[in-house]
């Protein structure tokens, strides 16, 4: 997988979205790429995507996965074709991307940055078992279609139409279904702590914080509508970004004591009630 240069028309957005994020988190090796995006060597590109990932993995930034999924959709992209090439059966290469993303945000905590090139690594080795997984898939749900035909004593055969190769077994469909539903609670309680922090921010806060991340302003134009220096709208996101990052991690953190408690007593009670003497058979008698 290499890495792929940005379109013309993107670089600039990107590289604005790059020097933001970098001056928020204060990685100075990212500000110094961001400045010079479109001049950047091959071991700096690897360096580019491992720092980002390792960003995501450190606090769950979603701008930087934003931008780690931008810049390496396409490199991915190529790959899973490349692979999906020694697949007899039709896989959807999108389908196969998408889900190379989504183990890439489920498994944070699996990455190592110690190398430059450690996300390049990585990407590689989900992509190469999640094509094999969907032609193995493809290849077991694939049969023959049969066109008729006479059996030996002269009766018709019935036609046989080929599966549906995107069908799923019922255990996958269940499967499906539980993640769904766990996610969907999960983004609901996420978004129920980020509503909370929210209201915990000042009003002009507020206002810069809607401009740039709801209405997709960009940061001259923000600071423009709001007559202030592009530097102070800057800070002052980042204070709102970092507070709404501490209230919610100070909720979930509250959630997960209580959680832990929780299991802790169920446990105390089961083996309380483990110890409790049973009646002999002739009492119960």
């Given at each position: 997988?290499?890495?792929?240069?940005?379109?013309?028309?993107?670089?600039?957005?990107?590289?604005?979205?790059?020097?933001?994020?970098?001056?928020?988190?204060?990685?100075?090796?990212?500000?110094?790429?961001?400045?010079?995006?479109?001049?950047?060597?091959?071991?700096?590109?690897?360096?580019?995507?491992?720092?980002?990932?390792?960003?995501?993995?450190?606090?769950?930034?979603?701008?930087?996965?934003?931008?780690?999924?931008?810049?390496?959709?396409?490199?991915?992209?190529?790959?899973?074709?490349?692979?999906?090439?020694?697949?007899?059966?039709?896989?959807?290469?999108?389908?196969?991307?998408?889900?190379?993303?989504?183990?890439?945000?489920?498994?944070?905590?699996?990455?190592?940055?110690?190398?430059?090139?450690?996300?390049?690594?990585?990407?590689?080795?989900?992509?190469?078992n999640t094509a094999l997984k969907y032609a193995?898939?493809?290849?077991?749900?694939?049969?023959?279609?049969?066109?008729?035909?006479?059996?030996?004593?002269?009766?018709?055969?019935?036609?046989?139409?080929?599966?549906?190769?995107?069908?799923?077994?019922?255990?996958?469909?269940?499967?499906?279904?539980?993640?769904?539903?766990?996610?969907?609670?999960?983004?609901?309680?996420y978004l129920h702590f980020y509503q909370e922090?929210y209201r915990c921010l000042t009003p002009r806060?507020?206002?810069?914080?809607?401009?740039?991340?709801?209405?997709?302003?960009?940061?001259?134009?923000?600071?423009?509508?709001?007559?202030?220096?592009?530097?102070?709208?800057?800070?002052?996101?980042?204070?709102?970004?970092?507070?709404?990052?501490?209230?919610?991690?100070?909720?979930?953190?509250?959630?997960?004591?209580?959680?832990?408690?929780?299991?802790?007593?169920?446990?105390?009670?089961?083996?309380?009630?483990?110890?409790?003497?049973?009646?002999?058979?002739?009492?119960?008698?």
């Amino acid at each position: 997988m290499t890495f792929t240069p940005l379109k013309s028309e993107q670089l600039a957005g990107f590289a604005d979205r790059l020097g933001a994020f970098a001056q928020e988190a204060g990685h100075e090796l990212l500000l110094d790429y961001a400045g010079r995006l479109g001049d950047l060597d091959a071991a700096e590109r690897d360096r580019l995507s491992t720092d980002l990932m390792a960003c995501f993995a450190a606090d769950g930034s979603n701008e930087a996965f934003a931008l780690l999924y931008e810049l390496n959709q396409e490199g991915i992209l190529r790959l899973v074709y490349h692979h999906l090439r020694r697949s007899f059966f039709a896989v959807d290469a999108h389908d196969v991307m998408q889900e190379v993303f989504f183990n890439i945000y489920r498994y944070p905590a699996k990455f190592d940055s110690t190398k430059a090139a450690a996300f390049r690594n990585w990407a590689h080795s989900i992509v190469r078992n999640t094509a094999l997984k969907y032609a193995r898939r493809a290849q077991r749900n694939h049969v023959v279609s049969l066109t008729g035909g006479e059996d030996r004593d002269g009766s018709r055969l019935p036609s046989l139409e080929p599966e549906d190769e995107q069908g799923r077994s019922p255990l996958e469909d269940a499967q499906l279904h539980e993640e769904n539903r766990e996610l969907t609670s999960a983004w609901l309680l996420y978004l129920h702590f980020y509503q909370e922090a929210y209201r915990c921010l000042t009003p002009r806060e507020k206002r810069a914080l809607y401009l740039v991340e709801v209405d997709g302003m960009a940061y001259k134009d923000a600071a423009a509508k709001l007559d202030v220096r592009v530097e102070n709208l800057k800070m002052r996101i980042f204070r709102a970004r970092r507070k709404i990052f501490t209230i919610m991690k100070r909720r979930f953190g509250a959630g997960q004591d209580v959680a832990t408690r929780e299991i802790a007593r169920n446990r105390n009670l089961v083996a309380a009630s483990s110890r409790v003497p049973q009646p002999s058979r002739e009492a119960r008698r």
